[in-house]
């Protein structure tokens, strides 16, 4: 069965530091894997999607970027944390492209990250 | 641009109550809708999924409903517990790339 695994599951990084967080899928090829945030009192925000190896695409400008080394891990990162970096983070992972959206999404546990 | 709203933000009831929330989406040109649970500070359970050709789904005390011209669904729930309580997102998926465009959420308090 296919698995998504997300970590750390609690972070706490002071402001200007550097981000890194993981996200891989098991039990499945190819998936279209997506990083959310979900910041206080609004709602779940697109990131970034990817439908594939080193193909990344950003839905919003800010000072976090994504990169897929590997077919079933993304790592959603930055070089300096701001304050408003900080929220719930959340990946998913949706099967392949044009199928994904036949048989729905499937996320991880999530990130609290507090920027202080 | 497909703009996702839940209403009521927020609903409390007493256990045992039949309950309905409803989300509406403005671009009826859908993939699909998902349900989705959030329990504080956790990631979202997919509770329903309703493609497009379908008008509804139903899995144990709920039953979510898509009327895809109208552009509004439905997830009813049956006899209500306390441990329902959580937050319910509805989702719409786009015609390209199948990203998930979200509600803002109706927050559940069912009381014992």
């Known amino acids: 069965s296919q698995t998504i695994h997300q970590w750390p599951a609690t972070l706490v990084q002071p402001v200007g530091s550097p981000l890194s967080l993981e996200c891989t899928v098991e039990?499945?090829?190819?998936?279209?894997l997506y990083w959310y945030r979900q910041a206080a009192g609004r709602g779940l925000q697109l990131l970034f999607y990817?439908?594939?190896?080193?193909?990344i695409s950003s839905e919003v400008p800010q000072n976090l970027s994504a990169s897929r080394p590997q077919d079933r891990q993304f790592i959603l990162s930055s070089k300096k944390l701001l304050l408003s970096d900080s929220g719930f983070y959340l990946c998913?992972?949706?099967?392949?492209?044009?199928?994904?959206?036949?048989?729905?999404?499937?996320f991880g546990s999530g990130t609290r990250l507090t920027v202080v | 641009k497909q703009e996702v709203t839940q209403i009521p933000a927020a609903l409390s009831v007493p256990e045992g109550e039949n309950l309905v929330l409803n989300c509406s989406f403005t671009?009826?040109?859908?993939?699909?809708l998902q349900w989705f649970r959030q329990d504080p500070g956790k990631g979202l359970t997919s509770l329903l999924l309703?493609?497009?050709?379908?008008r509804e789904q139903t899995s144990g005390r709920l039953n979510a409903s898509l009327d895809k011209s109208s552009g509004r669904s439905t997830l009813y729930i049956a006899a209500s517990q306390p441990g329902d309580s959580a937050t319910y997102l509805c989702?719409?998926?786009?015609?390209?790339?199948?990203?998930?465009?979200f509600g803002g959420g109706t927050r559940l308090m069912v009381k014992p």
């Open positions: 039990g499945t090829s190819n998936p279209n």
């Open positions: 998913a992972w949706s099967v392949l492209p044009g199928w994904g959206a036949r048989y729905g999404y499937t």
């Open positions: 309703i493609q497009s050709s379908q």
């Open positions: 671009d009826s040109a859908i993939y699909n």
């Open positions: 989702a719409v998926s786009l015609n390209a790339g199948n990203m998930l465009t």
């Open positions: 990817s439908i594939g190896i080193d193909q």
